[in-house]
């Protein structure tokens, strides 16, 4: 049984930085593009950054670019978003997730955390 188990989410103030951490188990971590997307209320989940499996290769939203950085660690399972800079625009829902494509499109990606939550304060 695959499950991705978000965590790090949490209060901070406009500026501020937070690191989400997200453990996977239940099938090869190191075969599968990790991506992290955002929910906020009454919008759709966008894309937020992946890493790839192969060669450590990363892709963010523009709306995130030069604020957030993803990570992998095989060894610990374990994918990361460092949040930098944070605006109150980021407060969001945060989840993880897995595929197989390079894709930021949400219908390519399968099994999906539960989410850890992300408000930034003005």
């Known amino acids: 049984q695959v499950q991705l188990v978000e965590s790090g989410g949490g209060l901070v103030q406009a500026g501020g930085s937070l690191r989400l951490s997200c453990a996977a188990t239940?099938?090869?971590?190191?075969?599968?593009?990790m991506g992290w997307f955002r929910q906020a209320p009454g919008k759709e989940r966008e894309f937020v950054a992946r890493i790839s499996n192969a060669d450590g290769s990363t892709y963010y939203a523009d709306s995130v670019k030069g604020r957030f950085t993803i990570s992998r660690d095989n060894a610990k399972n374990t994918v990361y978003l460092q949040m930098n800079s944070l605006k109150p625009e980021d407060t969001a829902l945060y989840y993880c997730t897995q595929t197989r494509y390079y894709s930021d499109s949400r219908t390519d990606y399968d099994y999906w955390g539960q989410g850890t939550q992300v408000t930034v304060s003005s």
């Open positions: 239940g099938r090869t971590f190191s075969s599968y593009i």
